[in-house]
């Protein structure tokens, strides 16, 4: 057994030797001449990237070893569910936010391939010439697409950007929104409205104990309502993402039975085009007056006026250092630092993707018992039924995130430290202090932004 152990272990060191010796010389260069992501993917491709970030990836000859062989199990699919490259690579032009961000990040901490892989595999990991590559055109690509042109120069190329001020809207439209989003006329039993769950005064969500959202009859649901702050800059809407624009939306709540009611859109537009007056304001704005379409439409209009700029962290990146204390700015370089702003990256730090829940621990086997496994837990999976989307959830926005506990999908975690152990715990599976977990709680404090409706008692 110890014989076949060297045996084995000197068989790897020669292969080693072999690649590396192949890789300087033959393979490891940039290919010239070509459009810039064909030298991206050529890069990550030498480098052995795919070989885990791809969840099609087959294991190299020894992954069928014992002990080597369940590590970079573990390892390859950890890989794949923090980033598939593959799937990235199949589309860089259109790359997103997020994706972005997590290349920079491995980028710029030179950290990948993980340590064990680049011990076995010798010239894995960027050299000089392929990391300034690489980071140049990640700060091309975010210049042109994802910047919001507002940062201080030196802050040009954060994973976060400032807020905008405000967005183009139709100020009548606006207006009328906003009365359909108070209206408990839409609910079966004039009870409920939009924003007896999306409070705005205190953060454009649930009241805190409710650890999902109390609808008609006094039935609840089963996830957490999120803030309808800001939700206009999410790619897609609800925690599976199955609503593609805030309109689409807005036209699911009133029709839910435990929501608003078992009713039809129909029922809630024969009633209220019962109110003359309201008629008239829809027809003074749409031609085709009163409908699901009109009204939907108004409410996402007003829901464009949602924006939350002007926190202390928005002042910051744009220039005025004296907007966090020192321990708010610590915060952000820990978030930085332990990989939060990989996903939860852009301008409302999220919303910009769907991570898997449990990278580095399964979330769900370490769940209170109190709450079952239920429909609401397959995430995207629910929504498009694809095997690889299970337990895949939007990543929630953090902007006014002290405002709004409890947090993640089920509403689990009570308080921003409890929620911040948990990504430590399940997403990221670093090794914290209690003192990183408070300082970047600080920094979570900071993203606390103006909105005229917004009224948190303080
Ligand atoms: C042996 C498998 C393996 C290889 C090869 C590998 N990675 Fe990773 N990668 C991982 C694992 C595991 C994680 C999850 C985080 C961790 O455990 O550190 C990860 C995380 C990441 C992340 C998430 C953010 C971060 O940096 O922590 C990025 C981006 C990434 N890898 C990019 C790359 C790139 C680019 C390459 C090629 C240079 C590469 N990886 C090669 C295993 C691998
Ligand atoms: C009974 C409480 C309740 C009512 C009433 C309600 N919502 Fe929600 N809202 C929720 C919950 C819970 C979710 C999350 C559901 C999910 O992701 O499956 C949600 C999700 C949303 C989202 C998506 C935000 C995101 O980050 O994905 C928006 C936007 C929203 N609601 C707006 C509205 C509007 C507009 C109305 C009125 C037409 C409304 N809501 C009525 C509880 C409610
Ligand atoms: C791999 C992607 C990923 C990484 C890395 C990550 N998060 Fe998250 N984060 C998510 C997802 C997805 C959720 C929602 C989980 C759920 O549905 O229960 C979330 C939820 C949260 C929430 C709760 C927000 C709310 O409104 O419910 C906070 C706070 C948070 N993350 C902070 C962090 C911090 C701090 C870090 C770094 C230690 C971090 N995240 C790292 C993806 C990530």
Known sequence: MKKFAIIVFGLLVVAAAATAIYRFNFRKSIPQGVPVEEQVAAILQQNDCLVCHDHQAEKPFYGS???VGTRLDGHMRRAARFTDLKTVLSDLENIDEASLAKLDQAV?????????YKLIHWGTGFNRAEKSLLAGWVRD???????????????????????????PTDAAKVALGYKMFHDVRISTDGTVSCADCHILESGGADVPDHRTSEGIAGQFGGVNAPTVYNAVFNVQQFWNGRAATLAEQAAGPPVN???????????????????????REFEALYPEGLTEATVTDAIAEFEKTLLTPRSPFDRYLRGDDTALTANEIEGYLLFKEHDCATC???????????????????????RTPEIALNDDDKGLYGFTGNERDMHRFKT?????????????HDGSAATLDQAVKAMMRFQTGADYTQQEVDRIVDFLGTLTGENPHLQPAQ
């Open 65 to 67: 070893l014992p002990v």
């Open 257 to 279: 039975p435990v929501e608003m009611g078992d009713q039809t859109w129909d029922d809630i537009v024969a009633r209220l085009r019962m109110d003359r007056a309201l008629v």
């Open 108 to 116: 710029s901490n030179g950290s990948m391939p993980i340590l064990e």
């Open 141 to 167: 690509v975010r210049a042109k697409r994802f910047s919001t042109g507002l940062a201080a120069e030196r802050f040009a190329h954060e994973p976060v950007q400032p807020l905008v001020d405000s967005l």
């Open 344 to 366: 939860h990256a852009g301008q409302i730090l999220g919303g910009q993707s769907f991570e898997y829940l449990g990278i580095a621990e399964d979330y769900f086997a370490a």
């Open 396 to 408: 929630p926005g953090l902007r006014n995130v002290a405002l709004t506990p409890p947090y993640l």
